[in-house]
Nanobody, 125 residues
Framework: QVQLVESGGGLVQAGGSLRLSCAAS????????ITWFRQAPGKEREFVAG????????DYSDSVKGRFTISRDNAKNTVYLQMTSLEFEDTAIYYC??????????????????WGQGTQVTVSS
């Protein structure tokens, strides 16, 4: 089992930046693929970005590609989501999720076994 805790959300103006963190409590962090999802009010949870375990393969949704960067520090059991050029449409609760095997990044939220509590990101226009 793994527990996930997100942090770093907040209020930012359009065009600004934020860095989200997802800290995991597990001794085998590199064996988990980690993915960020987000959910805006009245909308379904959607894939944002994912990163594999030890190989650090990444995948991004078209809506954030070129603006967001996902990375991980396995020594710190943490995955980061650096968000730049934020847009009003990025406003949502951001969740990190984990699953094994670590080398597959699924875009479907139903594929993930473990979830954090979420962190709110609000972008003012």
């Amino acid at each position: 089992q793994v527990q996930l805790v997100e942090s770093g959300g907040g209020l930012v103006q359009a065009g600004g930046s934020l860095r989200l963190s997802c800290a995991a409590s597990t001794r085998t962090f590199s064996s988990y693929g980690i993915t960020w999802f987000r959910q805006a009010p009245g909308k379904e949870r959607e894939f944002v970005a994912g990163i594999s375990g030890a190989t650090n393969i990444t995948d991004y949704s078209d809506s954030v590609k070129g603006r967001f960067t996902i990375s991980r520090d396995n020594a710190k059991n943490t995955v980061y989501l650096q968000m730049t050029s934020l847009e009003f449409e990025d406003t949502a609760i951001y969740y990190c999720a984990a699953r094994t095997p670590a080398w597959v990044i699924y875009r479907s939220h139903g594929r993930y076994d473990y979830w954090g509590q979420g962190t709110q990101v609000t972008v003012s226009s």
